[in-house]
C-alpha cells in the first residue's frame, strides 16, 4: 500500500523530469506522498465570474473570462512585459506579465475564451491586472469545475517563472486523486481512535482539504489534520519523556539536612514569595521520587529563581552530592558565582567559578578539586561541559537562562556522573505556555508567577531622539537622587562595525552630556578582565552610567540602576526587549524604561514599542510576539532543539486542539505503555516514519 504513495512525482500525470526537480528543490516535493501533503494555506471563492465593466482598483482577487485580442511584447531589459489586451464584450482590460514572458506568451492563444484570475491594481491611471493565472476553457464542463472553492498553494518565484501556478499543483494533486481506483491512501490514526476522538478518515480529510464544495465543510476536515499533527508531536515527546525516566535512576535526596535549615533559619536575606515555596517543594517531591528529575523552572524576569537554584544545590549538598549552575555569559556567572559565595559565607560549603578566564595553576587546581570532591558547588559557563571537567559526585545540575544553549548541552551534563545527575533548568525568556507544552513538553514544568514584594512595575516610555531634553532630564534627576542608568546599543553580527561605531560615538556623546557623572563603557569585544571590573565598578556605585552592549542582557542584577534606555530600540525583538527591561525595577524605588527611537518606524516595530509601553507582563508579551511573528519560529526557542514544524496547526490559535491532542496521547500511552497492543500498530510505525525527518530527540540520553 505505502508504495504507491512513495513514488516518485516524476511519474505522475503533468509533472515529468523537469517540473519534478522544480517542485522538489523548490517546495520539497518529491513523492505522490508529499504532493498530497503539500497542502493550500488559503481558498478563493472561484464561483463568481466578474464582468470586465465592474472591474476596479482595489478588488480582492476576481475571475473574469475573455478573449485574448492583442498580446505582445514591451519594454525592454528590466522594464521588459508581456501586455496582452482582452475582452468580454463588456470592455477591454489590460493583463501584464513580468514574470515567465516567454513562457507565457507561447502558450496563450488569440480569440479563446480564456478563464483569467488575478488582483486588479491601477497603474498609469488604468486598471490592469499582473500576472494573472490564465486557464484555457475548453468545454464548458470546465467552466463548471472551475467554479468553486479554489485551493492556494504557496509557490515560490521559480515555481511562479516556469508556469507551476496554484491550478497546475491542484490539478496534480486531482491527478493523484484519479489513480484513487487502485489504492486508497493508507490511513494513519486506527479506527477506534478515530471515533474515540472524532476524525474523520484521512483520505476524506485531504480530499476535503484540497477541494472543498463549500466552506462549511473545511473545519472537520482541517481538525482532522491539525489534530494528526499535534498528536504525533505530543506523542513523541511524552514517549521519549517516558522512555527516559524509565531508563534511568534517579538520585534519591531523602534528607532536608543541616545546610538547608541552617541557611533557611539564618541566611535567608529575605521571606521567600508562596510561588518561590511552592516550586522548592515541587523541586523536593521529585528529587525524593527516586526519579531522575528534569524540571523546568519559568519565571520572569525578577522574579526570584536565582534563591531556588541555590537552595536547590543545598539539598543536594546536603545528601552528599556536589551541584553545578552554568550560566550562558562571563557576566552572569561571575554574578552567581559572587551572590552565591555571600549568601552562603555562613556555611561550610565550598563555591568555586570556572569560566574560559579561569586558566593556569588556578583552572588546574579548580579541576583537581571538583574530582576529589571538595568543590560542592561550581559555578561557570559552557566551559562546565568541557571533557576535563569530571565531578566526584554530580548531583545536581542547574542552567540558567537556558533558552541559550541548546538541548545538546543538557545532554552533556547528564554524562557527568555515572547516573544522570538531576537537572533544573530555568528560563525567563517568556514563552506562551502553550508552546511550552511543546518546546519543552519533554520537561516537567514549575511556573514562579509572582514577583517579590514591594516591587513597582517598571514605568516604560516610548521617546525620540529628535526630542532629547526630556531623557536628559529624567536620567540626571534619577542620578541626583543616587541611582544608576544603563544605555543599551544594539549589537548584530551583521552590522557589526557600524553597531561598534554606534555605541562608541554614543559613549562620547553621553560622556559630553553628562559631564559631571561617571560613565563606563562595556561590549563583548573587551577582555574578560576589562568587563569584570567595569561591571565591578558598576555594581560598588563608582559609575553613574554604564554604556553598553546586550552583553547585559541577562540575568545582570544591580537594583541600584533604575533607569534602562535602549538605544534604536526598534531594532530589538520583543524578547529582548522585555529582559532588557528586566535589568531595571529590580529595588523598591520606582523604575524606567526608555524605548529610543526616531519618528520613521515600520509598523510591526511601532506595534512592538506599544506593547512594551502597555505591559510588564512576559507571558502576554510572548502571545503578541508570537501573533507579530506568525507561528514559525520563535526567539529564544531555536536552539531548543525540540522544533516541530507545525504545518497546519497553530499554537496560539490551535490551543484547545493542542491540549486534546497532548491529553489523546498521555491516554494512549497510559493504556499501552509496552506498545503491545497491535491495535496501536499503525500509531507507531506513524511516529517512526515521521520521528525520520524530524529532530532526534534520542540523542539526549
Ligand atoms: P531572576 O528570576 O530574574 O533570575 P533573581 O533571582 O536575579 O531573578 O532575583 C531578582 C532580585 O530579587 C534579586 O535581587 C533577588 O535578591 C531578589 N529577590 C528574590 N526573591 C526575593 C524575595 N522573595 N523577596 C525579596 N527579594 C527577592
Ligand atoms: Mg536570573
Known amino acids: 500500500m505505502y508504495d504507491v504513495l512513495s513514488q516518485d512525482v516524476k511519474y505522475l500525470k503533468g509533472v515529468g523530469p523537469k517540473r519534478s526537480v522544480l517542485l522538489k528543490n523548490e517546495a520539497g516535493i518529491s513523492s505522490l506522498h508529499d504532493l498530497l501533503y503539500y497542502l493550500p494555506y488559503k481558498y478563493i471563492d472561484r464561483s463568481h465570474i466578474y464582468k470586465i465593466s465592474e472591474v476596479q482598483d482595489g478588488m480582492a482577487n476576481i475571475q473574469i473570462i475573455a478573449q485574448i485580442k492583442t498580446i505582445y511584447e514591451n519594454g525592454r531589459g528590466r522594464k521588459r512585459r508581456l501586455e496582452a489586451l482582452v475582452d468580454d464584450g463588456t470592455g477591454v482590460l489590460r493583463l501584464v506579465w513580468f514574470n515567465g514572458i516567454n513562457y507565457i506568451h507561447k502558450r496563450l492563444e488569440i480569440n479563446k475564451p480564456y ?7 491601477e497603474f498609469n491611471h488604468e486598471v490592469n491586472i499582473a500576472q494573472p493565472e490564465m486557464t484555457l476553457l475548453t468545454s464548458s464542463v470546465e467552466i463548471d469545475t472551475m467554479a468553486r472553492l479554489r485551493p492556494v498553494y504557496s509557490l515560490t518565484e521559480s515555481m511562479r517563472n516556469a508556469g507551476i501556478t496554484s491550478s497546475v499543483i491542484e490539478q496534480l494533486v486531482a491527478n493523484v486523486f484519479e489513480k484513487l481506483d487502485t489504492f486508497k491512501i493508507p490511513e494513519t490514526l486506527p479506527e477506534y481512535f478515530r471515533k474515540k476522538y472524532s476524525l474523520m478518515d484521512i483520505e476524506k480529510a485531504l480530499h476535503i482539504i484540497h477541494f472543498p464544495e463549500n466552506t462549511e465543510v473545511l473545519p472537520e476536515a482541517e481538525r482532522r489534520l491539525k489534530f494528526e499533527e499535534l498528536f504525533y508531536v505530543q506523542l513523541e515527546i511524552l514517549n521519549y519523556a517516558n522512555q527516559r525516566t524509565r531508563k534511568y535512576e534517579g538520585f534519591v535526596f531523602s534528607r532536608i539536612g543541616d545546610h538547608f535549615i541552617k541557611f533557611y533559619h539564618e541566611s535567608l536575606p529575605f521571606d521567600l514569595t508562596n510561588a518561590q515555596k511552592r516550586v522548592i517543594r515541587e523541586i523536593r517531591k521529585d ?62 560549603v565550598r563555591v568555586e567559578l570556572l569560566t574560559g578566564a579561569v586558566i593556569g595553576k588556578r583552572r588546574k587546581q579548580i579541576l583537581e578539586d571538583v574530582a576529589n570532591g571538595e568543590i560542592d558547588i561550581l559555578v561557570g559557563t559552557h566551559a562546565l561541559l568541557g571533557d576535563i571537567v569530571n565531578f566526584k559526585n554530580l548531583g545536581m545540575a542547574i542552567i540558567d537562562e537556558q533558552h541559550r544553549f541548546g538541548v545538546e548541552q543538557r545532554a552533556k551534563l547528564w554524562k557527568k556522573n ?9 528560563t525567563a525568556t517568556p514563552i506562551p505556555r502553550t508552546l511550552a507544552m511543546t518546546v519543552y513538553g519533554d520537561l516537567s514544568v514549575s511556573v514562579i508567577d509572582e514577583l517579590p514584594p514591594g516591587r513597582k512595575a517598571v514605568q516604560t516610555l516610548h521617546f525620540y531622539e529628535e526630542n ?7 536620567v540626571r534627576s534619577e542620578i541626583a537622587s543616587g541611582r544608576q542608568v544603563y544605555f543599551v546599543y544594539p549589537l548584530i553580527e551583521e552590522s557589526e562595525k557600524a553597531d561598534m561605531k554606534d555605541l562608541e560615538n ?11 557623572m561617571n560613565v563606563g563603557k562595556l561590549h563583548g ?31 545582570v542584577d544591580v537594583p541600584n540602576a533604575s533607569v534602562m534606555v535602549i538605544v534604536n530600540a526598534n531594532r530589538f525583538g520583543l524578547a529582548q526587549l522585555h529582559q532588557l527591561r528586566g535589568r531595571v525595577g529590580r529595588g523598591a524605588e520606582q523604575s524606567f524604561c526608555i524605548l529610543l527611537t526616531g519618528y520613521k518606524l515600520s509598523e510591526v516595530a511601532r506595534r512592538r514599542l506599544e506593547i512594551m ?3 510588564t507582563d512576559g507571558f502576554f508579551i510572548a502571545e503578541e510576539d508570537l501573533k507579530l511573528r506568525g507561528p514559525g519560529v520563535l526567539e529564544g526557542t531555536q536552539q531548543s532543539g525540540v522544533i516541530f514544524e507545525l504545518k497546519l496547526a497553530n499554537v496560539i490559535k490551535d490551543n484547545d486542539l493542542l491540549v486534546e491532542a497532548r491529553t489523546a496521547a498521555q491516554e494512549l500511552l497510559l493504556s499501552d505503555p509496552e506498545k503491545q497492543n497491535s491495535i496501536n500498530d499503525i500509531i507507531w510505525q506513524q511516529l517512526a516514519e515521521k520521528k525520520k525527518n524530524k529532530v532526534n530527540l534520542s540523542n539526549i540520553s
Open 115 to 121: 478563464l483569467i484570475f488575478g488582483k486588479p491594481t
Open 287 to 348: 528529587l525524593g521520587s527516586g526519579r531522575q528529575m528534569n524540571r523546568l523552572l519559568q519565571g520572569d524576569v525578577g522574579s526570584g529563581k536565582t534563591i531556588v537554584a541555590l537552595m536547590t544545590m543545598l539539598i543536594a549538598i546536603d545528601n552528599g552530592y556536589q551541584a553545578c549552575i552554568m550560566a550562558p555569559t562571563e557576566i552572569l556567572s561571575e554574578q552567581h558565582y559572587y551572590n552565591v559565595s555571600r549568601m552562603l559565607s555562613m556555611l561550610n
Open 418 to 426: 555515572t547516573n544522570p545527575p538531576h537537572i533544573l533548568v530555568m
Open 468 to 474: 532629547k531634553e526630556k531623557l536628559i532630564q529624567l
Open 506 to 516: 554614543g559613549y562620547e556623546q553621553i560622556c559630553q552630556l553628562f559631564a559631571d
Open 525 to 555: 569585544r573587551m577582555k574578560d578582565d576589562e568587563k569584570n571590573t567595569v561591571m565591578e565598578l558598576f555594581k560598588d556605585h563608582q559609575l553613574d552610567i554604564l554604556v553598553s552592549t546586550t552583553v547585559i542582557e541577562v540575568g
Open 613 to 615: 509601553v502597555d505591559s
